[in-house]
């Protein structure tokens, strides 16, 4: 195993495997969080489309029995 880290090829090979964890793990958390805040501004959008509507409908209800 020391032998293998010793030649140049050896250690370019487990840094670049290191690196690749690395930058992996980091691209997936990033994309992970971008997911979850699109849900959630998603789900805002829904909430505040379903509360216009709720409201309109309200208004329009009071409106017909004035």
Known sequence: M???LKNDK???FLIAIGLLFFVT????AYCTSYEIQFR???G????NVQATINLLGQILSDSVES
Do not use: M, S
């Not at 793990?25 to 997936?28: D, E, G, I, K």
């Not at 805002?44 to 909430?47: S, T």
């Open 10 to 12: 050896g250690a370019i």
């Open 44 to 47: 805002l959008e829904k909430l």
């Open 40 to 42: 959630t501004y998603d």
């Open 2 to 4: 020391f032998q293998f």
């Open 25 to 28: 793990t980091f691209v997936l």
